[in-house]
């Protein structure tokens, strides 16, 4: 049996991925034809250009890949110009319902209320908040004891506020003293309970856990694989703009691409079917036309309810129309589409993993000028009204 640990429980990130390694860079000179030194010249321009994109980045989006022009190499961001970019469409200054919408007691919890398809929160342990009608767990005990009642399963945990899965866990049933996992690892139950009372004093949900589609769990298998959906509000409406299948490893509980195995496919916004899907980044990318477990086709499959996703994203963005950009994670369920987390800090690092493409491109930054310029507009009415 294995003990509750942050390590091994609760879904932990792994450290970042060191820069690029000598091996790599040996690599990509006998694989590509790009010598050291210009390997290291371009990743310094683009280091010193607009995106600040780092050597990290430049492997592992494959930049050193002659095939690909300076002008594309140009179009991708990293980590602080994802983060620049997404400043740019959701200003703070225009976006003053930010934290509620972080906050993922609140946020669901408006959704259901609105009638919006999302999860169903069944409790909520915090040590001190008040959460209305929601059942609170003020201690481990409390924890324990909402965990041994069976009609609770399966239940799927994560913290009222974070982002990438970060310790979240899939839970399927409880044994006397111990927890049966969503990955069939078991648990110590009064180990876990303990410790989501030391780590997530401030809140951590028990949701009803979703169960997957048919169609696509017999393909990937029952672990939920959300469809991100990312919107822009560039006019009056929200308006789709890229979409991307988080498909999980075989052995995860959630779908984070962070996780070994798991895998990104490229969805065609019109037609929902699968174009291309990856694993892995860099000099590890690996082409999947069918999956490696159940040998399934990936490619070319037709999500489910596509329309209805589309849709939901849509209706969902326009509650709160002041975001200029949103990632959903939309789960497809037998019951539907329904909304896991709004995101609005989306990570296009996704989009340019599973597309080989920058977010930056010129099908998109027309797009993105125009959110930014409708947001600066609006602050400036801001400022007049307030002198």
């Not at 469409?89 to 509620?100: K, W």
């Not at 945990?157 to 969503?182: D, F, R, Y």
């Not at 979703?210 to 169609?215: D, F, P």
């Not at 995101?343 to 993993?353: A, F, K, R, V």
Request: net charge positive.
């Amino acid at each position: 049996m294995t003990t509750a640990t942050l390590d091994n429980t609760l879904l932990e990130k792994t450290a970042p991925a060191a820069a690029a390694s000598s091996p790599a860079i040996v690599q990509v000179a006998k694989e590509f034809g790009v010598s050291p030194i210009k390997q290291l010249r371009q990743s310094l321009a683009l280091r010193l250009g607009k995106n600040k994109l780092t050597a990290k980045d430049y492997y592992a989006y494959g930049l050193y890949d002659p095939a690909m022009s300076a002008e594309a190499r140009r179009e991708y961001v990293g980590i602080t110009s994802n983060i620049a970019l997404n400043a740019r469409l959701s200003p703070r200054a225009a976006v003053p319902t930010a934290a509620f919408v972080g906050n993922k007691v609140l946020y669901t919890s408006l959704l259901r209320q609105l009638g919006i398809a999302t999860t169903e929160t069944l409790a909520v342990a915090s040590t001190h908040r008040h959460f209305g009608t929601l059942p609170t767990l003020r201690d481990a005990e409390a924890i324990k004891t909402f965990l041994k009642d069976a009609s609770n399963y399966p239940v799927f945990g994560k913290p009222a506020h974070g982002s990438e899965s970060v310790g979240s866990v899939l839970l399927t049933g409880c044994n006397g003293t111990t927890l049966t996992l969503g990955n069939g690892k078991t648990v110590d139950l009064e180990g876990f309970c303990k410790e989501v009372t030391a780590k997530y004093a401030g809140g951590y949900l028990f949701q009803k856990a979703l169960v997957q589609h048919e169609t696509l769990a017999n393909i990937t298998g029952s672990a939920i694989g959300c469809v991100r959906i990312v919107t822009a509000m560039d006019g009056e409406a929200p308006r789709p703009v890229y979409s991307v299948w988080k498909i999980p490893a075989a052995t995860a509980m959630s779908d984070n691409f962070w996780q070994d195995g798991s895998m990104l496919a490229h969805i065609d916004l019109d037609s929902g079917v699968v174009q291309a899907c990856r694993q892995g980044s860099g000099l590890d990318t690996v082409e999947i036309k069918q999956h490696p477990k159940s040998g399934a086709a990936v490619v070319g499959t037709l999500m489910p309810d596509w329309q209805a996703a589309i849709d939901l994203a849509r209706e969902a963005h326009a509650i709160f129309p002041e975001f200029g950009v949103c990632g959903w994670d939309i789960a497809m369920t037998d019951e539907g589409p329904k909304i896991v987390e709004c995101n609005d800090n989306p990570s296009h690092s996704l989009y340019q993993l599973a597309t080989r493409r920058g977010v930056l491109h010129t099908g998109f930054s027309p797009i993105w000028d125009a959110v930014s310029e409708r947001q600066q507009a609006k602050i400036a009415r801001m400022k007049k009204i307030a002198k």
